[in-house]
């Protein structure tokens, strides 16, 4: 049996973290066994349809590298791949139902639906369908289609008994069917069926062996069993996947601007470091290792090692996994990446971009963070004069007023404006005064940069400033401190 998987997201929006860690395991397990790997657009729901959403899901997948064997833009031998394109398939498998007793045709209205709804809620009942328009005789039906009553088909769902299954995460599962299932609807009244009904039959239609998907869908598949069972097709193998929330009590989401991967694209996160944390989230190799690339995943992955407890997104342990991958990025490649946001607080500034992300690179643990931190570069931010104090470096204010006018003179006189010219005209004169080098260069930093922490020491900043603009904050500083 080959094995074939399937990711089949909705085009609602954007992709939340939870889809691309079911399209990740899909994948992942498909390659494992040298099998495939299907994507499927199920848009059977159009008043939730967001247009420009497919397109999102395609560059999603690819930006993190899980490419497909069969889909909606490549085709393949069970195509159409969008659920919408299918619409002719589903209505004859509903007619079989009909015809052998599983399913049956409802005529009842929304208003109909709603009053009884109404009743049996004041009433304290919990409502399901309850089988009204069941008890029709095939004339009373026939008569109903002749005369184009709208219709829609059900599930004849059974009300006593179990529905057994045995899932690869979370075991033996088994549901009374009074409680997991009612009589939902499969074909609506526009002819689309529901994603209910739909799912069912595309996944026999192209040859799903094992069907990944979240935990939520737990309850739900006696339903999609019964329907298996009244066609007559093989079920797959079930893989129910832990849910992924922010913490043990809330779940990632949209209003928090945690829930979707292009929040964290967005906040300058690779995708890299994105994908492999994610696998990490639910599911565990056996040993102490953290970093995979795609290929290593494949390998390691075992369906077995995944927790049937919710998963916990820790973005703390994210961050830290993108710090290492940027600072194992290619120079250059970071350069790129950098560059838009150096961009945000120096675009027009003559900076050296180059050594400045040279700076960087090791400092950077997210691209987003990177303006707060050069924003000094750009303006010279207000500071409290205490931030010259420096027990270890034998610094204060005081020290400070001493040795910048000392320092002025000699940073004049520089005419060749390089690093290493600063560090060695500087580095001379510290020793002819007697003085501690960090009793020199500390003060000589907060005054060009006004700030404790800085990607770079007083040579490095004093260089990329320029000289005009070095000079003109250490006069600015020294007067500051002679006012104070």
Not at 89 to 114: D, M, N, R, W
Not at 340 to 352: E, H, Q, R, Y
Request: with cysteine.
């Amino acid at each position: 049996m080959q094995v074939r998987t399937r990711f089949a997201p909705s085009p609602t929006g954007f992709m939340h973290l939870g889809g691309v860690r079911t399209a990740l395991y899909a994948y992942l397990y498909a390659k494992q066994n040298n099998g495939s790997f299907i994507l499927r657009i199920e848009d059977t729901d159009q008043e939730r349809f967001v247009e420009g959403a497919t397109e999102v899901i395609y560059d999603t997948l690819r930006a993190c590298g899980l490419n497909w064997d069969e889909g909606p833009d490549i085709g393949g031998p069970c195509g159409p791949y969008i659920q919408s394109q299918r619409k002719a398939t589903y209505l004859p498998y509903a007619k079989q139902l009909v015809a052998s007793g599983h399913a049956y045709y409802c005529f009842c209205t929304k208003e109909e639906i709603e009053a009884r709804r109404a009743a049996v809620e004041a009433a304290g009942g919990t409502w399901k369908y309850d089988k009204h328009c069941l008890h029709l005789s095939q004339e009373e039906v026939q008569q109903k289609l002749d005369a184009g009553i709208p219709w829609t088909i059900r599930m004849n769902a059974p009300t006593e008994g179990e529905t057994s299954y045995s899932d690869v995460v979370f075991g033996d599962m088994t549901f009374k069917n009074a409680e997991s299932m009612d009589d939902m609807v499969l074909i609506k009244q526009d002819g689309m069926p529901t994603y209910n009904f739909a799912n069912v039959i595309d996944d026999h239609l192209m040859g799903i062996t094992h069907v990944m998907r979240g935990m939520e869908y737990l309850s739900s598949t006696p339903r999609y069993n019964y329907l298996y069972n009244a066609l007559g097709w093989e079920i797959p193998t079930y893989i129910h996947l832990p849910t992924v929330m922010r913490d043990a009590t809330h779940k990632l989401s949209k209003r928090d601007g945690d829930a979707y991967y292009s929040d964290y694209i967005d906040k300058g996160f690779l995708t890299e470091a994105l994908v492999n944390y994610l696998a990490l989230v639910g599911w565990n190799p056996g040993t102490d290792r953290e970093f995979f690339t795609l290929p290593e995943l494949v390998e390691a992955f075992d369906i077995h090692r995944i927790n049937n407890s919710p998963g916990i997104f820790d973005v703390n342990k994210l961050e830290w996994m993108n710090s290492q991958y940027i600072a194992k990025m290619d120079f250059d490649q970071y350069l790129a990446m950098a560059t838009p946001w150096f961009d945000k607080v120096l675009a027009g500034k003559n900076i050296d971009y180059r050594r400045l992300a040279e700076l960087m690179q090791s400092r950077t643990d997210i691209f987003s963070r990177i303006p707060e931190k050069i924003a000094f570069l750009a303006e010279m931010p207000e500071y409290d004069t205490a931030i010259f104090f420096n027990k270890k470096q034998k610094s204060d204010e005081t020290v400070a007023k001493e040795v910048l006018p000392l320092l002025l003179p000699v940073l004049e006189g520089i005419s060749d404006w390089t690093e290493q010219n600063i560090h060695d005209v500087v580095m001379e004169k510290i020793q002819e005064w007697g003085r501690k080098t960090g009793s020199v260069l500390w003060p000589m930093r907060i005054s060009i940069s006004g700030q404790e922490s800085t990607p770079g020491g007083a040579f490095e900043i004093a260089y990329l400033l320029g000289k005009e603009e070095t000079l003109r904050r250490m006069r600015a500083s020294l007067a500051r401190l002679e006012n104070a």
